[in-house]
């Protein structure tokens, strides 16, 4: 589904923040992306750059960095991002971030 002004994200969002309790529920409104680094992820999840690649997401023992697809490497890093304003993960400092107590009960349903 198209949703170019966002409304349709953040409308789901507030639904996830405010409505439902359940880590079930919040699991159905996952991307592809973000369950893929919530899965891989042992708790720290980072976010690295070099000059040659730019900036791509490492959870785990896994880097999602796509050198011949830069678009897949995009949207894995926007993952990451809506992780954050779910309230899964929490940026620490630098480019660590790590699951919230919630994204650890959510990562466990994943697997």
Known sequence: ???????????????????TGSNLAICLFLSKEEKDILKEATGEIYKLSADQTGAFVRAG????????NIEKTIIYNEGLDRLI???LVVHEFGQ???????????????K
């Open 96 to 110: 660590l971030f790590k699951l919230t107590s919630k994204g650890y009960r959510v990562s466990k349903k994943l």
């Open 85 to 87: 304003r779910k309230g």
């Open 1 to 19: 589904m198209n949703d170019p002004t966002g409304l349709l994200s953040k409308m789901v969002e507030w639904f996830l923040k405010n409505i």
């Open 61 to 68: 023992n896994r880097n999602f960095y796509f050198e011949d």
